[in-house]
């Protein structure tokens, strides 16, 4: 079992910036892709950003230019760096990971970003 625990959102205007963390319980290296969704309410879960465990990274169209994925393996963490924040950006932001070898999904609890206009 892999814990994820996401931190780091809040309310922001327009504009702002913002850092979501990921803490796993295991070693990152170990996650085959970290994936960062949002959810806004009434509207389906979609996928914001990847990360495989070699490196290679992967946007939304939504959010290229704007947000970044990177991971620090010594702290077993992933973040989400967000910037140039849109009213559009608010939603429950998740991380997943997935594991191929054992075979797994996991999600974090989410955290709420909020951006005001």
């Known amino acids: 079992q892999v814990q994820l625990v996401e931190s780091g959102g809040g309310s922001v205007q327009a504009g702002g910036s913002l850092r979501l963390s990921c803490a796993a319980s295991?070693?990152?290296?170990?996650?085959?892709?970290v994936h960062w969704y949002r959810q806004a309410p009434g509207k389906q879960r979609e996928l914001v950003a990847v990360?495989?465990?070699?490196?290679?990274?992967n946007y939304a169209d939504s959010v290229k230019g704007r947000f970044t994925i990177s991971r620090d393996n010594a702290k077993n963490t992933v973040y989400l760096q967000m910037n140039s924040l849109k009213p559009e950006d608010t939603a429950v932001y998740y991380c997943?990971?997935?594991?191929?070898?054992?075979?797994?999904?996991?999600w974090g609890q989410g955290t709420q970003v909020t951006v005001s206009s």
């Open positions: 997943n990971a997935v594991v191929q070898s054992p075979v797994g999904d996991y």
């Open positions: 990360i495989t465990s070699g490196g290679s990274t």
């Open positions: 295991w070693s990152i290296s170990r996650l085959n892709f």
